[in-house]
């Protein structure tokens, strides 16, 4: 089955440090990845995916992610955060279901403190 | 403005009722999805609908039950059947294809007292 893991469930840095989100997958196919970035009680908004072609992928806000097959990851980073950082991230995989539909299957989330 | 519209954006529920949530969307997507979201859990889903008057099971579907009979609007009841039902719900959509973004609404949080 395809799924996804986030490590680390809490991240904290400094303002104007690097971000790193990790998220390994687990994929018998090719895998489409996406990274949402969600803000107090609002819904998810897309940063990035990846589907095919180059492996780092550049998305909204200065987030990017690389795909990276060899160790099965697609890690989230900026190079400086800003206090406007702080949310929760959530990596998730495109699946295909028994009956042949698409659905997402979600990572159980990172949130993001920025210290100032 | 396309977007996803879901009411009411607070809800409250004695035990023993069933109450409705409402999704609906103007992007013309063909699939709809309702979410279940727990603090430490992510995002469960429910029920997922890929075209009109046809809907799947998701992951935790028991107590829950939905209906597709616009194209438009994927409303989700939750029933007395469902245990534990304090939660924050959202509601998505997207076109067909495993590489297609879903778009989220503001979320439903209900409550019950």
């Known amino acids: 089955a395809q799924s996804v893991t986030q490590l680390g469930s809490h991240v904290s840095v400094s303002e104007g440090a690097l971000v790193l989100l990790r998220c390994n997958y687990s994929?018998?196919?090719?895998?489409?990845l996406f990274w949402y970035v969600q803000y107090p009680n609002q819904g998810l908004q897309l940063l990035l995916k990846?589907?095919?072609?180059?492996?780092l992928v550049k998305g909204i806000n200065g987030f990017e992610a690389e795909f990276k097959k060899s160790e099965t990851s697609f890690h989230l980073t900026k190079p400086s955060a800003h206090m406007s950082d702080a949310a929760e991230y959530f990596c998730?995989?495109?699946?295909?279901?028994?009956?042949?539909?698409?659905?997402?299957?979600f990572g159980t989330g990172t949130r993001l403190t920025i210290i100032p | 403005d396309g977007g996803i519209t879901q009411s009411p954006k607070y809800l409250f529920r004695k035990e023993g009722q069933n109450v409705t949530l409402s999704c609906e969307q103007n992007?013309?997507?063909?699939?709809m999805y309702w979410y279940r979201q727990d603090p430490g859990q992510g995002l469960r889903l429910i029920y997922y609908?890929?075209?009109?008057?046809?809907?799947q099971k998701g992951d935790i579907a028991e107590g829950y039950s939905v209906s597709r009979e616009k194209k438009e609007s994927f409303p989700l009841t939750v029933t007395s059947a469902q245990k534990n039902p304090t939660a924050f719900y959202l509601c998505?959509?997207?076109?067909?294809?495993?590489?297609?973004?879903?778009?989220f609404g503001q979320g439903t949080r209900l409550t019950v007292v």
């Open positions: 994929s018998s196919v090719p895998p489409y």
């Open positions: 998505a959509s997207s076109m067909r294809g495993r590489n297609t973004e879903a778009f």
């Open positions: 998730a995989v495109s699946v295909i279901t028994n009956f042949g539909n698409e659905k997402l299957t």
């Open positions: 990846y589907t095919t072609g180059a492996t």
């Open positions: 609908s890929q075209i009109v008057n046809d809907f």
């Open positions: 992007l013309n997507h063909d699939a």
